[in-house]
């Protein structure tokens, strides 16, 4: 189960990438190896990820620009790209939460138009990197949390479908970490969440009540 998880996890983040990559015009490709993007992915994504184990290094570089810059998320820490110019950026942990009961009340808001969603990306700090594409993706949830003066003090980002969801770009400026995730949790109650996250952002997740599944690392060329 734990490893149907963790592979479902790297789907979905494959599919969130390419949702942001498509909102800023490029257009990605996806086989049973990888997803990937053949022009440099805006920052902070990654220009690949791969979708199962034991994937060649070289075929797979071969589909992006592989220069300076260049990332990859090896989605199984089985990749060795250090003699193609590549160092390892952070390893991380995929992380997985099934069906279960709502924590807590879901004191998260939809972001449904751009000028809200301009506030939350200043809130988050990602600024460009979120486009108004996104909100008409039926595959995405945008949500937010307020402080009584209705400025955005936290959120998080929902992708996906098929009861699998994606939880990324979860973020706060006044509570525990942990009471974000136990929200967005609370959303979907019936589905299952994956994502990913790395020390000191994995301990909050873990005790919302998600998974560990398994490693990942992510590769950038120097």
């Not at 706060?172 to 995730?181: K, S």
Request: with cysteine; hydrophobic share 40%; aromatic share 8%.
């Amino acid at each position: 189960m734990l490893n149907d998880a963790r592979a479902a996890a790297a789907r979905n983040n494959a599919e969130w990438c390419d949702i942001v990559c498509g909102s800023h015009g490029l257009t990605g490709r996806t086989d049973a190896e990888a997803w990937s993007v053949p022009r440099r992915s805006p920052p902070w994504y990654p220009d690949a990820v791969t979708l199962r184990p034991g994937v060649n290094a070289e075929a797979l570089l071969a589909r992006i620009d592989a220069g300076p810059g260049a990332s990859v998320k090896d989605s199984f820490a089985d990749l060795d790209l250090s003699g193609y110019g590549f160092r390892v950026l952070f390893d991380a942990q995929w992380i997985h939460r099934p069906p279960a009961e709502p924590p807590v009340d879901a004191p998260l808001t939809p972001v449904s138009t751009p000028d809200e969603l301009a506030a939350w990306a200043a809130a988050h700090g990602g600024g460009e990197l979120f486009r108004p594409a996104i909100l008409t993706d039926p595959r995405v949830r945008v949500l937010a949390r307020h402080d009584d003066q209705g400025v955005v003090t936290g959120g998080a980002v929902l992708s996906g479908g098929s009861g699998v969801y994606g939880v990324s770009n979860l973020f706060t400026h006044t509570d525990d970490p942990r009471a974000i995730w136990q929200a967005v949790s609370a959303i979907l109650p019936d589905a299952s969440l994956v994502g990913y996250e790395s020390t000191p952002d994995l301990p909050p997740a873990l005790q919302a009540g998600l998974l560990p599944t398994g490693p990942l690392r992510v590769w950038l060329h120097n």
